[in-house]
């Protein structure tokens, strides 16, 4: 089996803790980057995969990533959205499957 792509959403209060969060994230995705391709952030949250609206995470420079850790705020942003039961919205769960 190939590499496969990975995906990172932030969710819920934007604070540095949470960009940690995704220094740390980017960090092990390139580490084991012989097992995953690229790492795509979601803008805003899950809803930046609802949308199509990806980050891809490699064309940051390890210093940028590196600086997350003390970067106040949500850098790829957040959102509080819910998403349904799958048997209530196959459709979400369907495009997400396509998106990523």
């Known amino acids: 089996m190939g590499k496969r792509n990975a995906f990172y959403a932030q969710s819920g209060g934007v604070t540095s803790v949470i960009n940690a969060s995704a220094s740390g994230v980017i960090d092990a995705c390139r580490a084991n980057s012989d097992k995953i391709g690229t790492l795509y952030a979601g803008k805003n949250g899950i809803i930046g995969a609802l949308h199509e609206e990806l980050i ?30 799958i048997q209530d919205s196959n459709v979400e769960y369907e495009r997400l499957d396509r998106s990523l």
């Not at 995470?57 to 600086?67: K, N, R």
């Not at 106040?72 to 942003?77: M, S, T």
């Open 56 to 85: 891809d995470t490699s064309l940051e420079s390890p210093a940028d990533i590196s600086a997350l850790k003390h970067t106040p705020g949500g850098a790829f942003g957040s959102c509080r959205y819910k998403m349904k039961d």
